[in-house]
């Protein structure tokens, strides 16, 4: 079965970073693309950002914009979420998740794999 494993997550105070990870088998990483969501209780998932499965095509909520960064590393099969200047807002649970192939997409509806979450939480 596959499977995703994140790390990474904590507390931090606002204006400081984190760097989340996502790590799986190789036979589950590669050509695929990989998503960062987030969810707060009582709201629906959110998208972050993704990236395709070479890590040369990214793309990021608005929200996130210039203050996160995606990449991967095939070799180790594990992706990275870069999460600069966080913001009080920030804080919910994350989840990386394995989408399909082409261009990185924002819907939830695109990814078959996810990860059990881990808790960013962002402190004023």
């Known amino acids: 079965q596959v499977q995703l494993v994140e790390s990474g997550g904590g507390l931090v105070q606002a204006g400081g970073s984190l760097r989340l990870s996502c790590t799986t088998t190789r036979r589950a990483f590669i050509g695929y693309i990989i998503g960062w969501f987030r969810q707060t209780p009582g709201a629906e998932r959110e998208f972050v950002s993704a990236v395709d499965w070479s890590g040369e095509s990214a793309i990021y909520a608005d929200s996130v914009k210039g203050r996160f960064g995606i990449s991967r590393d095939n070799d180790k099969s594990t992706a990275y979420l870069q999460m600069n200047s966080l913001k009080p807002e920030d804080t919910a649970v994350y989840y990386c998740?394995?989408?399909?192939?082409?261009?990185?997409?924002?819907?939830?509806?695109?990814?078959?794999?996810w990860g059990q979450g881990t808790q960013v939480t962002v402190s004023s």
């Open positions: 998740a394995r989408g399909g192939v082409g261009a990185p997409k924002s819907s939830i509806y695109e990814y078959d794999v």
